[in-house]
C-alpha cells in the first residue's frame, strides 16, 4: 500500500496498492513498518514547500523497515536487516553542495508513505538494536538535524547552556542530545503542561511565552547576562532576532526552521558586535547519521514518540501535527 498526493492537501491523498517493487542493480527493497512525520512533511502536502513539486508524490522523508531483497551489486545488506532510509540520497559524506542536496525523499523524489520502497545502497543506515522500528523511524531528519547543530556547526561542550523552542521532533532529541553531552537546556513553551513534561527528560529551565514573550531577555538572566552558547532555532523570522539577543558572545543560532514565518527584519548590529554565527542546518549527511547512532546506541538513548497512527490513518496522524499539540515525534506504523 502506498499514500500519494495527486494535488496538494490532505483531503486530497489517496491511498492505493502500491506497484510491484523490484531492486534494481544497487538497490534494496525494503518493507517499510513505520514513518514518522516533520512539520516539512505537513508543508509537502499541503503545497506549501514547494507548490510547483511534480505530482502525484509519495510524501514523508522518514521511515524504518526490513530489507526483503537486494539488486545486483549490493554488498552492504542483505534480507532481515533493520534499516532507516537517509533524508537526502544524495548526501553520503562532506560537505553539503547543489547535488547533495538533491534528491529528498518525499519532496524531489517519492518518500516513505508507502509499505514498501526500493533505495540506493548507500541511501540506507542500520537503526540501533535496542530501538524499535517505531522508534528508529523518528532518526532520519529530526534527530540527524539536531545532531548537526549540535555537535558539527556549534560543537557543543558540557557546561555550555543550549536553548531549545518548542517540544517538536527536532527540539526534543536537541534536549536529548545536549543532556547526553553534560549542557544545561533551557526551554521556551506555549505550553506549562509541556514544560513540566521536558523537565522530564532534564530541561534544566523553562518559560512559558505566551505569559512572557520576552524570553530572550530570561535566557540572559538565566546565564548571568552572558546569554547562552547554542539557539536551536525552529521559529524562523518571528523569532530569529530574539535568539540573536539571547545567544552569547561568538555564540551560535542554528537555524532550522521558520514555523512563525520566514521574512522578519533582524538587526544585524548584535550579529557583527557579538560575533555571533548564524548557521542553516538542513538536515545532515548520511555520515553524520552513522555517527549519531553510535552515540545513541551508547547511550541507549529513546526517542519520545507523541502519537502512533495505523496506516489507513495518515491525513490524521498529518492533521495532529497540524494542531500542533504533539510533544516529540508523530509516527505512523504499517502494523507488521
Avoid at 491511498?15 to 513505520?34: F, I
Avoid at 532507516?84 to 547533495?100: E, H, T, Y
Avoid at 507523541?306 to 515525534?329: C, I, N, Q, W, Y
Wanted: glycine fraction near 12%; charge should be neutral.
Amino acid at each position: 500500500m502506498q499514500w500519494q498526493i495527486p494535488a496538494f492537501g490532505i483531503d486530497s491523498m489517496v491511498l492505493s496498492d502500491n506497484p510491484s517493487v523490484e531492486p534494481g542493480p544497487g538497490q534494496v527493497h525494503v518493507h517499510v513498518h513505520a514513518i514518522s512525520l516533520n512539520y516539512r512533511d505537513l508543508m509537502v502536502v499541503l503545497g506549501r514547500y514547494n507548490p510547483r513539486m511534480a505530482l502525484p508524490r509519495i510524501p514523508c522523508s522518514d521511515g524504518a523497515g526490513e530489507v526483503i531483497a537486494v539488486g545486483a551489486g549490493v554488498t552492504q545488506w542483505k534480507p532481515g536487516d533493520r534499516v532507516a532510509g537517509i533524508f537526502m540520497q544524495n548526501w553520503i559524506d562532506g560537505r553539503p553542495s547543489v547535488a547533495k542536496s538533491k534528491g529528498a525523499l518525499g519532496g524531489d523524489i517519492d518518500g516513505m508513505l508507502a509499505t514498501e520502497v526500493a533505495l540506493a545502497e548507500r541511501g540506507l543506515v542500520r537503526i540501533p538494536d535496542h530501538l524499535s522500528y517505531e522508534e528508529g523511524a523518528t532518526l532520519p531528519c529530526a534527530a540527524v538535524t539536531a545532531w548537526n547543530a549540535l555537535f558539527t556547526v556549534a560543537d557543543t561542550q558540557p557546561g555550555d547552556a543550549v536553548l531549545i523552542q518548542g517540544t517538536g521532533g527536532v527540539s526534543i532529541f536537541a534536549l536529548q542530545f545536549a543532556k547526553m553531552a553534560g549542557a544545561r537546556v533551557l526551554g521556551i513553551s506555549s505550553s506549562d503542561e509541556k514544560l513540566e513534561r521536558a523537565k522530564s527528560l532534564g530541561l534544566d529551565e523553562g518559560l512559558n511565552y505566551r505569559t512572557n514573550p520576552d524570553w530572550e531577555k530570561w535566557a540572559l538572566e538565566q546565564t548571568g547576562g552572558e546569554g547562552v552558547a547554542l539557539v536551536v532555532e525552529v521559529g524562523g523570522g518571528g523569532t530569529l532576532a530574539r535568539a540573536v539577543r539571547a545567544v552569547r558572545h561568538g555564540g551560535t543560532v542554528a537555524q532550522i526552521g521558520v514555523l512563525s514565518g520566514a521574512n522578519d527584519a533582524v538587526d544585524i548590529r548584535p550579529v557583527l558586535s557579538k560575533q555571533i554565527k548564524i548557521h542553516g542546518v538542513y538536515v545532515g549527511s548520511r555520515a553524520h547519521f552513522l555517527t549519531m547512532n553510535k552515540a545513541i546506541a551508547l547511550a541507549a538513548l529513546k526517542p519520545v514518540i507523541d502519537t502512533v497512527f495505523p496506516f489507513g490513518e495518515a491525513p490524521a496522524a498529518l492533521r495532529h501535527m497540524e494542531s500542533a499539540t504533539h510533544f516529540g515525534k508523530i509516527v505512523i506504523s504499517s502494523g507488521s
